[in-house]
């Protein structure tokens, strides 16, 4: 992983390993910003 601030968290089991756990987690989003062509603040939640 990088040397970012941001959580980099992986999300997704490893395709390759068919042992590899199935977590299932709640997933949060958020999108901060205007873009100049037009969209909005915007987030969604999955449970």
Do not use: N
């Amino acid at each position: 992983m990088g040397s970012h601030d941001a959580d980099e968290s992986i999300i997704l089991p490893d395709p390759k390993d068919p042992q590899a756990p199935r977590v299932q987690e709640d997933l949060f989003w958020h999108y901060p910003h205007y873009h100049w062509m037009g969209a909005l603040p915007y987030g969604a939640i999955r449970e």
